[in-house]
């Protein structure tokens, strides 16, 4: 008995001897020189060629979200390659693999969080005191419950972060603001009389809301915000070769490690 031949659909991309088809478009002619990088990230994401405003909001969360300095990932990425420079894929994905709850996942996070108490509500408010209302009983929630706020917070910009206001505009420019950076904000008003304190709302959170606000599904935040901070990790890499550093920073560990007896 033959068995069939199983079959395996794809929408992305496909090539035969003379050709490559990428997500419709002859990849040669209609797409290399006429459609940006992060045009092509958009439509691999969504399925949809994105307007010239979808493109402005989402490219300038890619901007933001590329580095912030000398984080974990970075520090990781660069001693990979000290390490292992015969396989800079493994640089990068040290680096990307530092994406979790407290570095790059935060954009996720917040997404997630305002998309949950949005699914709730049923009917999105009709003015800011409605939204701020919304927000405090969330915020509360999650006081209640133990939980961090996503998307507040910055151990650097204490006094706000300087990407959220930009891609806040942006995305009101654009006629892009939704329900989740309208959420966000509202956050960003209420919480210090419910959490005691004032913090900034942050770049990686205004990224997630403004994504989700794009129509990008919530399983692919933290992997819109590793394609961005892949970038940053390959110029952390391309600097190491100009200007090593992970030599220093091996070696400030290594010869300042404190030997402690395991009984003691």
């Given at each position: 008995?033959?068995?069939?031949?199983?079959?395996?659909?794809?929408?992305?991309?496909?090539?035969?001897?003379?050709?490559?088809?990428?997500?419709?478009?002859?990849?040669?002619?209609?797409?290399?020189?006429?459609?940006?990088?992060?045009?092509?990230?958009?439509?691999?994401?969504?399925?949809?060629?994105?307007?010239?405003?979808?493109?402005?909001?989402?490219?300038?969360?890619?901007?933001?979200?590329?580095d912030h300095g000398f984080t974990p990932t970075a520090i990781a990425a660069r001693l990979t390659y000290l390490s292992a420079p015969d396989a800079i894929q493994g640089a990068l994905a040290a680096g990307l693999l530092g994406g979790g709850s407290r570095f790059?996942?935060?954009?996720?996070?917040t997404?997630?969080?305002?998309?949950?108490?949005?699914?709730?509500t049923g009917e999105d408010p009709s003015d800011e005191a409605g939204w701020d209302a919304l927000a405090e009983r969330a915020v509360a929630a999650?006081?209640?419950?133990?939980?961090?706020?996503?998307?507040?917070?910055?151990?650097v910009h204490k006094e706000g972060d300087p990407r959220t206001p930009v891609i806040i505009r942006i995305a009101h420019e654009e006629g892009l603001y939704g329900p989740h950076l309208a959420l966000f904000e509202a956050v960003g008003?209420?919480?210090?009389?419910?959490?005691?304190?004032?913090?900034?709302?942050?770049?990686a959170g205004v990224s997630g809301a403004a994504l989700a606000d794009l129509g990008l599904p919530l399983e692919l935040l933290r992997g819109t915000v590793?394609?961005?901070r892949c970038a940053g990790l390959l110029g952390h890499i391309a600097e190491e070769l100009r200007h090593p550093v992970a030599s220093?920073?091996?070696l400030t560990v290594d010869r300042n490690a404190t030997y402690?007896?395991?009984e003691s």
């Open positions: 008995m033959t068995r069939p031949v199983p079959e395996f659909p794809t929408s992305i991309g496909t090539s035969d001897p003379t050709t490559i088809t990428l997500l419709g478009q002859d990849l040669a002619r209609d797409l290399m020189g006429n459609v940006s990088f992060g045009e092509l990230a958009y439509w691999l994401l969504t399925l949809e060629r994105p307007t010239p405003q979808q493109s402005r909001l989402f490219e300038a969360v890619l901007l933001g979200l590329a790059l996942g935060v954009t996720e996070d997404g997630r969080f305002l998309a949950d108490v949005l699914a709730e999650r006081k209640a419950a133990g939980l961090l706020v996503p998307g507040l917070g910055h151990p008003r209420i919480h210090p009389r419910i959490l005691g304190r004032t913090l900034p709302l942050n770049g590793l394609l961005a220093d920073i091996y402690v007896n395991p």
